[in-house]
């Protein structure tokens, strides 16, 4: 209730500020089950994305939003609830087959699940590989997964912890659903390992063809981690944030 009553007025103070855009709705199905997977590059993106699209769209979040207990905190867990933001522990085992179950609830009732394949936001703008659960949901579901990329969010993001700036204008592209089945059935007689991977390598393509990200072959956690690391205790990784990684030429 708070999603349909909050948007509009979410998205007419994010029209007049910021003005974002987008094309390539027409991919997305009217009705029935669909996996919107995007790049992910600011915070903005689970507004600006969501709330340009007709459909609702319920995405999954990390379950540090909403384990706060100040008042502030509280507050800000419910709002996320109220907007269809879905708690997820990123911890690993049976943690993220809830995670999955939650995902493929969503599916089942005929809605459309947001999902980052990252798993996190990228901490220098390029397009990191992308986690397997974007795989698992399409293969269970069935649901056809709309490739989405994010332009601009993170150089008007960048240097900011929450609201970002003006310009330059935050665009979403939405491509045409990726071939799901195709992809299985070359991978005929693998192990489900090797299906998920895949899938999910199919899907990071599919997001790149529409941002033009640099690929990188590591998690994006892995990097901030990393990265944390070396700040804590003053050392550098070089000019790359992503030092060590291997750019794909050909991915929470």
Same mark, same amino acid.
């Not at 089950?33 to 709330?51: K, M, Q, R």
């Not at 459309?112 to 992308?130: K, W």
């Given at each position: 209730?708070?999603?349909?009553?909050?948007?509009?007025?979410?998205?007419?103070?994010?029209?007049?500020?910021?003005?974002?855009?987008?094309?390539?709705?027409?991919?997305?199905?009217?009705?029935?089950?669909?996996?919107?997977?995007?790049?992910?590059?600011?915070?903005?993106?689970?507004?600006?994305?969501?709330?340009?699209?007709?459909?609702?769209?319920?995405?999954?979040?990390?379950?540090?939003?909403?384990?706060?207990?100040?008042?502030?905190?509280?507050?800000?867990?419910?709002?996320?609830?109220?907007?269809?933001?879905?708690?997820?522990?990123?911890?690993?085992?049976?943690?993220?087959?809830?995670?999955?179950?939650?995902?493929?609830?969503?599916?089942?009732?005929?809605?459309?699940?947001?999902?980052?394949?990252?798993?996190?936001?990228?901490?220098?703008?390029?397009?990191?590989?992308?986690?397997?659960?974007?795989?698992?949901?399409?293969?269970?579901?069935?649901?056809?997964?709309?490739?989405?990329?994010?332009? &601009? /969010?993170? *150089? $008007?993001?960048?240097? +900011?912890?929450?609201?970002?700036?003006?310009?330059?204008? #935050?665009? @979403?592209?939405? %491509?045409?659903?990726?071939?799901?089945?195709?992809?299985?059935?070359?991978?005929? &007689? /693998?192990? *489900? $390992?090797?299906?998920? +991977?895949?899938?999910?390598?199919?899907?990071?393509?599919? #997001?790149? @063809?529409?941002? %033009?990200?640099?690929?990188?072959?590591?998690?994006?956690?892995?990097?901030?981690?990393?990265?944390? *690391?070396?700040?804590?205790?003053?050392?550098?990784?070089?000019?790359?944030?992503?030092?060590?990684?291997?750019?794909? %030429?050909?991915?929470?």
């Amino acid at each position: 209730m708070l999603y349909e009553i909050a948007k509009p007025v979410v998205m007419g103070v994010v029209r007049l500020l910021w003005n974002p855009t987008i094309s390539g709705t027409e991919h997305i199905p009217p009705q029935g089950p669909v996996i919107l997977a995007s790049n992910h590059l600011a915070y903005s993106d689970t507004v600006f994305l969501p709330g340009q699209v007709r459909r609702s769209v319920n995405f999954l979040g990390k379950s540090d939003i909403f384990t706060g207990r100040t008042l502030h905190a509280r507050a800000a867990g419910a709002v996320m609830r109220g907007l269809h933001v879905m708690p997820v522990d990123r911890s690993g085992g049976s943690a993220s087959r809830g995670a999955i179950d939650a995902g493929l609830a969503v599916l089942a009732r005929g809605e459309v699940l947001g999902i980052y394949p990252e798993g996190t936001r990228s901490p220098d703008g390029r397009l990191y590989r992308g986690r397997t659960g974007v795989a698992r949901f399409a293969l269970a579901s069935g649901a056809p997964v709309i490739p989405v990329a994010m332009r &601009g /969010a993170h *150089e $008007a993001q960048q240097g +900011r912890r929450y609201l970002p700036r003006r310009h330059p204008r #935050i665009h @979403a592209v939405l %491509g045409p659903a990726v071939d799901v089945s195709a992809v299985a059935a070359r991978c005929e &007689g /693998a192990d *489900e $390992a090797t299906l998920l +991977r895949e899938v999910t390598e199919a899907v990071m393509e599919a #997001i790149q @063809a529409l941002s %033009g990200q640099e690929r990188v072959d590591e998690y994006a956690s892995v990097v901030k981690q990393r990265l944390r *690391e070396e700040s804590r205790h003053g050392t550098h990784g070089g000019d790359d944030a992503g030092a060590g990684h291997r750019t794909l %030429g050909g991915t929470s």
